[in-house]
């Protein structure tokens, strides 16, 4: 099969500063009943127009500064086409997946499946559950890979390896964190 | 003097007065959070009764997209709302809140679905959230900047937090070093948003970099025309560069901007909480002069702004010195090492790495783009 993103990395986010809560913790492989819900990005065409547009439309100097477009128009630029659309219906049809649904720009199609079947659709994923705190999160600690057919017709699939964003940002303890940096204090002198 | 940054000092600072704020009605700003992040509404109608007396302002959020959980606030959360609606007073504020309820969805991915399937949306977004670039495919972010180009092409502006770790850090194989740039930050097609703190912590005075500030180069996108020159310019100015073996000096460059990021007042769960700090709190505030600058184009029968960075590049660039306070002192973290013991860029005139192109002052900022 074809691996769509063999560079991403898996690896729970680094637990924050020890003052803080502990970071994210594997508790077992998920129920094969368990329900995951994936977003498949489809590949989107006129890449190259789109930059073009978004120039013309940001640049001051440009006849078309100012002149967006609309969703609807955003869509008929980027839309896939009827044979992605199909190939990826079709294969996702044929693993009994049919609790879909897309976006207006149809380049997103978000589908709900028990695990099991998401392990036969994308081989090599296997869904674990990770917690941390209150929250819980289910991610495949393996690459998981598609049929080469749809190579050409899908950037990547999301809800297997990426973990909750952490946040880039406000801290109100910078003073502790600073100790560690060797930086000095701020703030609360 | 003054205890710490509040709405009045941050508007004092860039030169924002009472009648700085909006008034049409078909302007709109947003902030997005991640996470069970949430806001309390009680804390922001707290925060306006402690701190905005001096300017118009509302104490609601008009819309929240997602879903609103009902536990503690976040501290984040709060921060964003009432940061991005003192810059941006008087303006709709929209809350996007992706908890990620699902939980196999990837929380910043569903918040890109919810751009891709709302056909109407606030001109102006904010966003502090940020990878490591390498921790990330290369499909998934050429993919996501594809994204920030749909959004662009409809006239939205989006800017991310640089982050809060300086050029960052990243042991390679064989045991050297090299900075570590962040993604979305390092998206050509966002504004990038690095802190800033006082001169003097106590006084509104000038600005030097906060060391926190999160800059430098992209390893995977290359640099857009729109900062070449910019960039050019400071790679061949700078008096001191890190060795060239830490940083990518052909790719995306960033931030953009800056604003003061240390040492702000946040009401949460209703307890004012002095000393927050980071560059989530600078974005929030040049999101919301953004979006006032919307509201006089608006007013003016003018379209929105867009994806700013062509359009500050050529202000900034082009002599229009009274729209950005450059900063041109202090620098940001990087690696502790031998080679670089601890430092990454420096601030200097005109763009850097560390800062942008600078701070705002907002009337010569709002001079600049609201001419044709």
């Not at chain 1, 190939?87 to 028990?114: A, I, Y």
């Not at chain 2, 905005?52 to 302002?57: D, I, T, W």
């Not at chain 2, 999101?287 to 919307?294: D, E, F």
């Amino acid at each position: 099969g074809h691996a769509p993103e063999p560079d991403q990395l898996f690896r729970p986010p680094s637990p924050p500063p020890p003052q803080r809560a502990p970071g994210w913790t594997h508790s077992g492989r998920v129920d094969p009943r368990h329900g995951v819900q994936l977003t498949f990005a489809l590949r989107q065409r006129g890449a190259q127009r789109l930059a073009q547009i978004v120039d013309a439309v940001s640049d001051p100097r440009s006849p078309r500064y100012g002149q967006y477009l609309s969703l609807e128009q955003v869509r008929d630029l980027v839309q896939p086409s009827p044979t992605t659309l199909l190939t990826v219906l079709k294969w996702l049809q044929g693993h009994g997946v049919e609790n879909c649904q897309s976006v207006t720009t149809r380049d997103f199609v978000e589908c709900h499946m028990p695990a099991s079947t998401a392990e036969r659709l994308l081989p090599g994923a296997e869904f674990h559950r990770f917690v941390k705190g209150q929250q819980s999160t289910v991610r495949s600690p393996r690459p998981y890979t598609v049929p080469d057919e749809l190579a050409q017709h899908l950037d990547f699939v999301s809800g297997l390896h990426r973990f909750p964003p952490e946040r880039r940002g406000s801290s109100s303890t910078r003073d502790t964190k600073d100790v560690g940096s060797g930086q000095p204090p701020r703030g609360v002198a | 003097f003054h205890l710490g940054v509040t709405p009045s000092i941050l508007r004092k600072r860039y030169n924002m007065t009472a009648g700085d704020v909006g008034v049409v009605a078909n302007n709109s700003q947003a902030c997005a959070q991640f996470l069970e992040q949430y806001f309390h509404q009680a804390d922001l109608a707290e925060f306006m009764q402690l701190f905005g007396s001096s300017f118009a302002h509302r104490s609601q959020v008009d819309r929240v997209v997602g879903h609103q959980g009902r536990g503690k606030a976040g501290l984040e959360a709060s921060l964003d709302v009432e940061y991005i609606m003192s810059t941006g007073a008087n303006i709709s504020t929209w809350v996007f809140s992706n908890s990620g309820r699902h939980e196999s969805q990837e929380p910043f991915l569903a918040w890109l679905l919810l751009l891709s399937n709302m056909s109407s949306l606030p001109w102006v977004h904010t966003v502090s959230y940020g990878d490591d670039e390498d921790s990330l495919s290369l499909a998934y972010m050429e993919r996501v900047n594809l994204e920030f180009m749909k959004a662009a092409a409809r006239g939205l502006t989006i800017l991310f937090a640089s982050g809060d770790d300086g050029a960052g850090c990243r042991r390679v194989p064989g045991g050297n070093h090299t900075f570590r740039p962040s993604f979305p930050a390092s998206s050509p097609y966002v504004t990038t948003v690095g802190g800033t703190s006082f001169k003097n912590p106590f006084l509104v005075t000038a600005e030097v970099t906060d060391y926190i500030s999160g800059g430098g180069f992209s390893n995977v996108f290359p640099m857009p025309q729109y900062q070449a020159a910019a960039v050019g310019r400071f790679l061949r100015s700078a008096p001191k560069l890190p060795p060239g073996s830490y940083f990518n000096r052909s790719g995306r460059a960033y931030p953009d901007v800056a604003a003061l990021s240390d040492n702000y007042w946040v009401v949460t769960n209703r307890v004012p909480l002095p000393w927050v700090s980071g560059t989530s709190a600078s974005t929030p505030v040049v999101g919301g002069m953004v979006a006032l600058i919307n509201d006089r184009r608006l007013g003016r029968g003018l379209p929105p702004l867009g994806f700013l960075n062509p359009a500050l590049y050529r202000l900034a660039g082009g002599g229009h010195s009274d729209a950005i306070y450059d900063v041109t002192h202090g620098c940001h973290l990087s690696c502790l090492d031998g080679t670089v013991q601890g430092q990454g860029f420096c601030a200097g005139p005109a763009w850097d790495p560390v800062t942008g192109w600078g701070t705002p002052n907002f009337p010569g900022l709002l001079r600049a783009l609201l001419a044709p």
